[in-house]
């Protein structure tokens, strides 16, 4: 009998294809995010891998020794990227300061070294700045290797405002001539102790006296010489000169008894027939402004080789030459200092010394009448075409007819060495040798032995 093959179940015929067959839920985003996520991390991580021979390794090598490495190359990264930051951070480095009322909190001041000569407005604007203009320039600063903090520089500024307050107060109530002299010789040092650094008013000799018309002569308590002379400026070496024909001169009964040529370095029969007195304005100015108190010994500058020893009355006079720094090439004063006084004359020529004068014209031009601030008006005052208010001065020397200084000193004993009465003493016989004076209507008195003996009765010392 043959195998009779028993029906199978239709679930038992398909098991077998049933086992090939798994049944799987779907994803969610996250999960196919995260695998996506995974994959670029993996391929990222093996990309940055600095080493091929990693790379080649089995994964479970492969990323132990490759994370060792990238934290090794990512540290001394951090390590250099933190030292050039520090590096960095702690530079310093230049940058201009426009308005230090609104500084950088971050930045700090550096002070700057400045040497030179700078002029300011009275506004405030120093020369370089915008808006400065030379003809409205008031102040004068002259520097060397000068620097200073802002807090620094602000108290000097606040102390030269008093000192300029004080001296507006002074000159307010004085003529012309006078604030002439302050305005030319006005000194004040920011460091008391250093005269390298200084300020000025801009007032200047060179520039005040290049007047059009400049007359000299010499007099007397005899008379005036009014022989023929020639008097002209020298802007470049700032000498007033005054010059005569040495025979006319002589030969004039008035002319040879004011001083003898001799002692202005003439000698007959050598020189020419011309000989002249010569002096610097800028001499005359310094000279005036110590005696009188408005430059002082120690904003002068010594010149050490030209010091000598001088007794007079039993008194001892140390001499010494100085020169104002602010008029780099004047010739220098001669200053004689006692345990009394400190008085400076000016050696015209090194047999002649001088004491230097100085007025303004005064409200006449017809007779001594010096200007008064407390008589004048306030109209008067601001009128620049009153006569107080023009640019007309008289300038000159007194010399006695000696080689020796030792009359200047009995003449400051006289004034209780007071210079500037010595000064406004001199004012009538000055104003009536000056060209105002021998073309006055009053010249006839001022030629009379009265008036000549009262004028000059001043600088008459033993």
């Known amino acids: 009998m043959g195998d009779i093959d028993e029906p199978t179940s239709p679930f038992q015929a398909n098991s077998e294809q049933d086992k090939s067959f798994a049944m799987e839920r779907e994803k969610t985003t996250w999960e196919k995010l995260s695998k996506i996520l995974i994959q670029h991390t993996q391929a990222l991580f093996i990309y940055l891998l600095p080493s091929d021979d990693i790379k080649q390794m089995p994964p479970k090598y492969m990323y132990g020794f490759g994370t060792i490495l990238i934290v090794c190359v990512l540290g001394v990264f951090i390590a250099l990227f933190t030292d050039g930051y520090v590096t960095t951070r702690n530079q310093e480095f230049l940058a201009p300061l426009n308005n230090q009322a609104s500084a950088d909190p971050n930045c700090k001041t550096i002070e700057v070294s400045n040497s030179g000569t700078y002029m300011a407005t009275q506004m ?3 020369q370089g700045q915008p808006g400065f203009i030379f003809s409205e320039a008031t102040y004068l600063a002259t520097v060397t290797n000068f620097d200073m903090s802002f807090n620094e520089w602000e108290g000097v500024m606040n102390s030269l405002y008093g000192m300029l307050v004080e001296t507006g107060n002074v000159t307010s109530t004085q003529n012309l001539g006078v604030n002439l002299l302050y305005w030319m010789s006005f000194t004040a040092q920011p460091e008391p102790t250093n005269a390298a650094q200084r300020f000025y008013l801009v007032g200047d000799p ?11 002569t010499v007099s007397s308590i005899d008379g005036v010489c009014n022989v023929s002379s020639v008097s002209d ?13 040495y025979y006319t001169f002589m030969g004039d009964p008035i002319c040879n008894t004011t001083i003898d040529p001799s002692l202005m370095g003439f000698i007959s029969g050598f ?11 800028r001499s005359i100015i310094a000279c005036i402004s110590v005696n009188q108190n408005i430059l002082f010994f120690d904003q002068l500058i010594p010149i050490q080789q030209f010091n000598s020893m001088l007794v007079y009355d039993g008194e001892t006079y140390f001499s010494s030459s100085y020169y104002n720094p602010k008029y ?3 010739n220098p004063l001669v200053c004689l200092d006692s345990p009394t006084v400190q008085q400076c004359i000016i050696r015209v020529t090194p047999l002649l010394y001088a004491l230097p004068i100085f007025f303004h014209l005064g409200n006449s031009t017809e007779y001594p009448q010096q200007c008064d601030c407390a008589y004048m008006t306030e109209a008067e005052k601001l009128n620049s075409y009153d006569l107080c208010n023009r640019f007309n001065f008289i300038m000159g020397y007194i010399f006695y007819d000696t080689p020796e200084p030792y009359p200047f000193f009995g003449l400051a004993k006289k004034f209780n060495y007071n210079f500037t009465a010595l000064n406004n003493a001199a004012f009538n016989a000055a104003f009536a040798a000056s060209a105002w004076g021998r073309t006055s209507p009053y010249k006839s008195e001022f030629d009379s032995a009265a008036f000549r003996e009262a004028a000059y009765d001043f600088c008459l010392v033993d």
């Open 124 to 126: 405030g604007i120093w």
């Open 206 to 216: 060179l520039v005040i006296f290049n007047r059009q018309e400049i007359i000299g």
């Open 233 to 245: 400026f020298d802007l470049s070496s700032g000498l007033l000169q005054t010059e005569y024909h």
């Open 271 to 281: 020189n020419s027939d011309l000989f002249e007195f010569a002096i610097d304005v």
């Open 328 to 330: 780099p090439g004047m």
